[in-house]
Each structure stands twice: as structure tokens, then as C-alpha cells.
């Protein structure tokens, strides 16, 4: 499994968003199913201590997320996708 790819300040229709994706490796990096996403409002108040702290969070909990779904055998991987069964 290979980590978490970064997309930092998506801006959509005025609303500021931090996302995370959790997915398996592949030869082509970032290119492999996902597993586990989420995202996190942010604001043009928040100050960057704030940001960060948001970012680890988030980032902490799609990981955890991932790891135990894929521990757990919850997951099965079709045409690279992934299909995650509750738990």
C-alpha cells in the first residue's frame, strides 16, 4: 500500500476543501484503486497551524481507515477498483 496522495485546496463553487486518498501501489504512482477517501471543509479563516492540523488529522484517519479494511480482508480489488464491504 502505498500512502496517501495530497490534493491541497480544491476550490469548487467558493467552498475550500483538503482532500486524502488512501490506495494501493502500481507501477504508475498514483494510478492504483482506492481504498479510503475523505475530505475536510477549510476556510480562509483558518490559519495554517489550523490547516495542518486538519491535514493530519484527516490523513491519520484515511490511513487507518485503509490499513484496517485491508487487514481485516474487507476489500476486493476488480479492474483496478476497489470494493470495501463495511465493517
Known amino acids: 500500500m502505498r ?5 491541497h ?12 486518498q488512501a ?8 494510478e492504483g484503486p482506492i481504498i479510503e ?3 475536510a471543509r477549510i ?4 490559519a495554517v497551524n489550523d ?4 491535514g493530519r488529522i484527516l490523513e ?3 490511513l487507518v ?6 487487514l481485516e480482508d474487507r476489500i476486493i480489488v476488480y479492474n483496478n477498483k476497489c470494493v470495501v464491504f463495511g465493517d
Do not use: W
Open 65 to 70: 481507515g485503509a490499513v484496517k479494511a485491508h
Open 9 to 20: 485546496n480544491k476550490v469548487m463553487a467558493m467552498l475550500m476543501l483538503c482532500t486524502f
Open 37 to 39: 477517501q475523505d475530505i
Open 43 to 46: 476556510s480562509h479563516r483558518d
Open 60 to 62: 491519520k484517519n484515511t
Open 23 to 30: 490506495h494501493y501501489a502500481t507501477a504508475e504512482l498514483d
Open 3 to 7: 500512502p496517501l496522495v495530497v490534493h
Open 51 to 54: 490547516l495542518i492540523r486538519k
